[in-house]
């Protein structure tokens, strides 16, 4: 499996951005592809999910009502559209995928240790 994260750059406050994901090589059409951010100092955070069975979205509450995560099949691209940004929203975006996504995926799919595969990550800069 590979991923390919893009999109990244510097935003004002309040603007948005999209990421995307592109992947490739997955065996079967089941899957979890998330974004995980990591800011200077602190842990890496789950953002949101996206799982390929029912077409399930999780979002972390810090960005609930402003990031939307989807998919492009026709072009395996994962999406990331984040609005409102503000400065808290700044770090590295890191696109990783699950190909045996199961269990309680509601929970599970936070914990960065479930994933076997990370793209390179992409800056995302709020400031004026």
């Known amino acids: 499996v590979q991923l390919q994260a893009s999109g990244g750059g510097l935003v004002q406050p309040g603007g948005s951005l999209r990421l995307s994901c592109a992947f490739s090589?997955?065996?079967?059409?089941?899957?979890?592809i998330s974004w995980f951010r990591q800011a200077p100092g602190k842990e890496r955070e789950g953002v949101a999910c996206?799982?390929?069975?029912?077409?399930?979205?999780y979002y972390a509450d810090s960005v609930k009502g402003r990031f939307t995560i989807s998919r492009d099949k026709a072009k395996n691209t994962v999406h990331l559209q984040m609005n409102s940004l503000n400065s808290e929203d700044t770090a590295v975006y890191y696109c990783?995928?699950?190909?045996?996504?199961?269990?309680?995926?509601?929970?599970?799919?936070?914990?960065?240790?479930?994933?076997?595969?990370w793209g390179q990550g992409t800056l995302v800069t709020v400031s004026s």
């Open positions: 090589g997955f065996t079967l059409d089941y899957y979890a």
């Open positions: 996206f799982h390929s069975l029912d077409g399930g979205t």
């Open positions: 990783t995928a699950d190909d045996n996504p199961s269990g309680n995926y509601r929970y599970r799919w936070r914990d960065p240790k479930i994933y076997d595969y």
